[in-house]
T-cell receptor, first 116, second 116 residues
Framework: AQTVTQSQPEMSVQEAETVTLSCTYDTSESDYYLFWYKQPPSRQMILVIRQEAYKQQNATENRFSVNFQKAAKSFSLKISDSQLGDAAMYFCAYRVTQGGSEKLVFGKGTKLTVNP | EPEVTQTPSHQVTQMGQEVILRCVPISNHLYFYWYRQILGQKVEFLVSFYNNEISEKSEIFDDQFSVERPDGSNFTLKIRSTKLEDSAMYFC??????????????FGDGTRLSIL
């Protein structure tokens, strides 16, 4: 079964600095999708960025980028020029594809604090 | 931007009572999901739903749980006889497509269910 591990329960960063959130996963699949979702306090989970496993190029979305290391099964999120609005829980997620499944498998999350 | 909406935001119920959690997916989405997150634990997949039937369910989704799309807009999760361990945040999600033309799942704000 697929598992997702986020080893950092909490992280903090100074405003305007860069922070990297770690995520590792375990799978026997060769083709899959990985996601980072952001959940601000009392707000819905919002998709931040996604990566298709067959793409070697790391995904980027403005200040957010990933370091996808397929062989190492690592999918870290880098937030550049951190802003106060980036403070949230960040969840790494893996989309299962075997057997036509569409379910997401989540990590436990990393709580990011942005200090002014 | 269209959103997934969930009601109520917080539900308090006596153990043994039935509870219905409601979701309005994004209007042109075809695939619907429920996830739950017990406090301090991972977000876990419960069930996926397409074309008026369950397409996949987890081992958590036992006979006490059911889902329904009673009309063209609502998607509900019913727990027939609640247990203390059902206390959790329940997230509804929807997506437009699946498979190779995969679109990400969009999540609602969640309903916090507290069983007394």
């Amino acid at each position: 079964a697929q598992t997702v591990t986020q080893s950092q329960p909490e992280m903090s960063v100074q405003e305007a600095e860069t922070v990297t959130l770690s995520c590792t996963y375990d799978t026997s699949e060769s083709d899959y999708y990985l996601f980072w979702y952001k959940q601000p306090p009392s707000r819905q989970m919002i998709l931040v960025i996604r990566q298709e496993a067959y793409k070697q190029q790391n995904a980027t979305e403005n200040r957010f980028s990933v370091n996808f290391q397929k062989a190492a099964k690592s999918f870290s999120l880098k937030i550049s020029d951190s802003q106060l609005g980036d403070a949230a829980m960040y969840f790494c997620a893996y989309r299962v594809t075997q057997g036509g499944s569409e379910k997401l498998v989540f990590g436990k999350g990393t709580k990011l604090t942005v200090n002014p | 931007e269209p959103e997934v909406t969930q009601t109520p935001s917080h539900q308090v119920t006596q153990m043994g009572q039935e509870v219905i959690l409601r979701c309005v997916p994004i209007s042109n989405h075809l695939y619907f999901y429920w996830y739950r997150q017990i406090l301090g634990q991972k977000v876990e997949f419960l069930v996926s739903f397409y074309n008026n039937e369950i397409s996949e369910k987890s081992e958590i989704f036992d006979d006490q749980f059911s889902v329904e799309r009673p009309d063209g807009s609502n998607f509900t999760l019913k727990i027939r006889s609640t247990k203390l361990e059902d206390s959790a945040m329940y997230f509804c999600a929807s997506s437009r497509f699946r498979g190779p033309s995969h679109q990400p799942q969009h999540f609602g704000d969640g309903t916090r269910l507290s069983i007394l």
